[in-house]
């Protein structure tokens, strides 16, 4: 008989590795990985080189390989087959981590959202300096949100969702065209955020000064909101210019409409 410290018994053998005692069993049981040593009594034990055999095993299945997989390469390994297959399983948790780090920054994103809803009051207008941002466009719409409209946002959706690998919430567009001359229906498209990891981008949202407001409510408070938005523009001697972008800050959490929260962006300028 082998010397003893070179031999193990199930039970040594799952302490000395971390594993359950019955996952030794079933890998036997169906030939995936069986003690090495038999004695003549019928008593198997495994080796202590064995340990690396079962590292494998264990590491191949938590990287997400079935046993059928396993078991498939095992019966013809080499180091060519290994390496195509420790390729592929690299390349899959590249990607994995990649949606992990998107869904982080989703997440993220919709929590300052909802921690800025949480400060918020109805008809509040500043100023702020916001980045250069890249946006995304969809279609034109009529602004009715209408069955065209209600295409257009389906549309402009799925376009989100094959770059971003996520649905996500998007935001109205309006001229200040519109606005001044009290259209406030007449809404340009729909748009959403680009991001720097994409090279895709309809349009640059210049950096610079905004106004900023908010309204709590439904669409009809919104016309109460630009109608402050112009007042607060006219006794600052500013002008507003381009468009206005709309986004809700708390659809995740919305209990009924008259708690939806509609952030409001526009830019403006200095009367001469």
């Not at 169906?30 to 009594?41: D, K, V, W």
């Not at 390469?73 to 390729?87: E, M, R």
């Not at 006794?235 to 709309?246: I, M, R, V």
């Amino acid at each position: 008989m082998k010397k003893k410290k070179f031999l193990y018994t199930t039970g040594e053998f799952a302490k000395l590795n971390g594993i359950n005692k019955r996952t030794l069993h079933y890998y036997d049981e169906i030939g995936l990985f069986s003690p090495e040593y038999r004695e003549e009594n019928g008593y198997r034990y495994y080796t202590c080189f064995q340990t690396v055999q079962l590292e494998l095993i264990l590491i191949l299945r938590k990287i997400g390989m079935s046993i059928e997989e396993i078991m498939h390469y095992q019966k013809s390994p080499s180091g060519a087959s290994f390496a195509d297959l420790i390729s592929e399983k690299k390349r899959l948790i590249d990607q994995s981590i990649q949606e992990l780090l998107e869904t982080k920054t989703f997440l993220e994103q919709k929590s300052d959202k909802l921690a800025l809803s949480l400060t918020v009051r109805h008809g509040t207008v500043e100023t702020v300096t916001l980045p250069k941002q890249p946006l995304l466009l969809s279609a034109p719409i009529t602004g009715a949100y209408d069955d065209n409209d209600f295409v257009v946002a389906t549309d402009f959706s799925l376009r989100l969702k094959s770059i971003f690998g996520l649905y996500d919430n998007f935001g109205s567009r309006i001229s200040v065209d519109c606005i001044s001359e009290g259209n406030f229906n007449n809404y340009d498209c729909f748009y959403a955020y680009g991001r720097p990891d994409t090279e895709d981008c309809d349009a640059i949202r210049p950096g610079g000064t905004y106004i900023r407001a908010f309204c709590i409510g439904g669409w009809e408070k919104l016309k109460e909101v630009y109608h402050m938005i112009g007042s607060y523009a006219g006794t600052n001697h500013l002008e507003l210019s381009g468009y206005a972008y709309e986004e809700g800050l708390n659809e995740m959490s919305l209990r009924n409409r008259e708690d939806y929260i509609t952030m409001i962006t526009v830019a403006y300028r200095e009367k001469k």
